[in-house]
């Protein structure tokens, strides 16, 4: 049986451990997702559901990178106004290989000037690309701080 490329690729990222060691804890009344690493691009497709169709309010906080990123556009999430996001393209775990299509999931999650900066820099680039809540907000005017 011959596997096709993109789909032995894909495959390999889904069978990527985590490497999050972020806390996800659930209040109750709301959900805070704190310090995320991001992870497995497939895996986070999941957990968004997940969080999404909790129908609690999921407070992103302190810095979300990578993966965690996708959680940002859920209708049910806000951004804490002290939390940072960053951005860079994904990779196999300790290689610098890129691997096809995962850009596209992870940018099928973004939208306004966050889906520009992707496009353009951020899904090329190894480097982390580091911004506060706000500047975020101010790239994604659909998205909320906290509180506000």
Not at 10 to 18: E, M
Not at 40 to 60: A, F
Not at 123 to 137: G, T
Request: charged share 20%; with cysteine; net charge positive.
């Amino acid at each position: 049986m011959k596997i096709r490329f993109p789909y032995a690729v894909l495959a390999l990222v889904v069978a990527l451990p985590s490497v999050s060691g972020a806390e996800i804890l659930d209040y109750g009344t709301h959900i805070e997702v704190v310090n995320h690493r991001g992870g497995n691009v497939l895996e986070m497709v999941g957990m968004r559901s997940r969080l999404e169709r909790s129908g609690k309010e999921v407070r992103i906080r302190g810095y979300c990178r990578s993966a965690c990123t996708m959680l940002l556009t859920m209708r049910n999430a806000c951004i804490a106004g002290d939390a940072a996001v960053g951005f860079h393209a994904p990779r196999i775990p300790n290689t610098n290989i890129i691997p096809p299509y995962v850009d596209q999931v992870m940018g099928y999650y973004y939208r306004g000037g966050i889906l520009e900066k992707w496009n353009s820099e951020w899904k090329y680039s190894l480097d982390m690309h580091k911004i506060s809540a706000e500047d975020y907000v101010k790239l994604d005017p659909q998205a909320r701080i906290c509180g506000r």
